[in-house]
């Protein structure tokens, strides 16, 4: 019944910015690490950035003071704020959250995806 549901993908220029969100909604008792990956065709899904429930945050190297992750833990979203884009930051991101739906039960959730194209 859970579900994660990004949005705001689309075509931006380089140097451009870019905000995704991701909404998780369904039956949750607690959401842990957020995060955001990205994969281009023929290649593996890599991690972008993560968000524990804290707003402790971690980041890829080659998005380093380009990107930045936040969340609304009362809204149940996470967010990627990407700005001077990249040719190379072109994929499909994903939206990633470690979901709590009971007292000991917990799994890995992903969202569907939203493209991301950085192109003059």
């Known amino acids: 019944q859970v579900q994660l549901v990004e949005s705001g993908g689309g075509l931006a220029q380089p140097g451009g910015s870019l905000r995704l969100s991701c909404a998780a909604s369904g039956s949750i008792r607690a959401i842990d690490v957020m995060g955001w990956y990205r994969q281009e065709p023929g290649k593996q899904r890599e991690v972008v950035a993560t968000?524990?429930?804290?707003?402790?945050?971690r980041y890829a190297d080659s998005v380093k003071g380009r990107f930045t992750i936040s969340r609304d833990n009362a809204k149940k979203m996470v967010y990627l704020q990407m700005s001077n884009l990249k040719p190379e930051d072109t994929a499909v991101y994903y939206c990633?959250?470690?979901?709590?739906?009971?007292?000991?039960?917990?799994?890995?959730?992903w969202g569907q995806g939203t493209q991301v194209t950085v192109s003059s």
């Open positions: 968000i524990t429930d804290g707003g402790s945050t």
């Open positions: 990633y959250a470690d979901i709590a739906t009971g007292w000991l039960t917990r799994d890995d959730y």
